[in-house]
C-alpha cells in the first residue's frame, strides 16, 4: 500500500524538491504539501496543499486525519545563520514542531516519521576529518544546539515508545530550484547564480573553508531511500552521519571558471565564518552506506556541470 506523506515545510529549499520527487513516486494526490505560506505554482497546481504552522499539534492532527496520513517529513526548521539572529524563535520552531509530531507518532495517529538533522550538530570540539558517526557533539550555534537535542529525543522516543522515526545529518545542500534560505554554506547555492548573473561573487567565508556538501538530487534521493528501507535495517535512530563531497570556495570557483573563464571571487568573511570554522571539514557516513546501501551520485564537478546545464535553461 502507497503512504500517504504530509510534508511540514514543503516550501523550503529542501522541501520543494523532495515534495515534487515524492509526488511522482507515490502519486500527487498521495503527497499533502504544507507551509507557513502557499509553495511555488508548481507545488500549488500538482497536488494537495495545507496552511500549517508546524508547531501547532491540534492542526497538524486534523490534516492527518483528514487526509489518512500515514507519514510525516517534518521539514520546518530555523537554519544556522538566521537562527543566530532569532535564538529563542529558532529553538521554539525547531524543538516544538518536532516534539508535536513525535508525540502523534506516539498517540498512533502516524506511522512514521522523517526529521532532518545538521553537521551542526558538531562543534569546535569535534575532530574536523572524517568526522565518525559517534563523537563529541558540542554545537555552538542555536541551529545546533536545536539539533543535538533533537536527535536525543528521537532515539528516546523509539526507545520508549517504538516511535519509527529516522533522520540524516545533512551536510551543505546546494539547489537550484530554491534561492538560499540563511544557511552557513548557501555561498555555495548563491555562487552559481552569480557566477552567471554577474560573473563575479564576494563570498561570506575565507577561501581555504572546507565544509562537506551535497548536491540536491543526492539529498533527496538518500532521504527516500532511508524511508523505504526497511526497519531492521535502520540501526541508528538519532541521525545517520550523510556525506558526498567537501570543497572549498576557491575549489568551486575553480570549477566554476571552466565554464565561465572571466569569473572572479572575492572574500570577505562575515559571522557566518565562525560558524563554518566550527563544523567539520568531512563526513565518515560509512554506516549509512552499510546499513542501508547509501551511495552518492554527484562530486563538484559532475555536479558543477549538471548546475549550468540547467541553469542556463
Partial sequence: MKPIILVLGASGQIGTELTQKL?????????????????????MASGPFEIIDATDKATILNIIKKYNVTQVYLLAAMLSATAEQYPQK????????????????????IQQIYWPSSIAVFGPTTPKENTPQKTVMEP???????????????????EKYGVDVRSLRYPGIISLKTKPGGGTTDYAVDIYFKALEEQKFECFLSENTRLPMMYMDDAVNATIQLMQAKPEDIKIRNSYNLAAMDFTPKEVAKAIKKYIPNFKISYKSDFRQEIADSWPSSIDDSKARNDWGWQHQFDLESMTKDIFKNLKK
Fill in 23 to 43: 509526488r511522482l513516486i507515490y502519486g500527487n494526490s498521495n503527497i499533502i504539501a504544507s507551509d507557513i505560506r502557499e509553495g511555488n505554482e508548481e507545488m
Fill in 90 to 109: 529558532a529553538w521554539n520552531l525547531n524543538m516544538n514542531s518536532l516534539l508535536a509530531v513525535l508525540d502523534l507518532a506516539k498517540e498512533k495517529h
Fill in 140 to 158: 555552538s550555534t542555536v541551529y545546533g544546539i536545536s539539533k543535538v537535542s533533537g536527535e536525543f529525543w528521537c532515539s528516546y522516543y523509539h
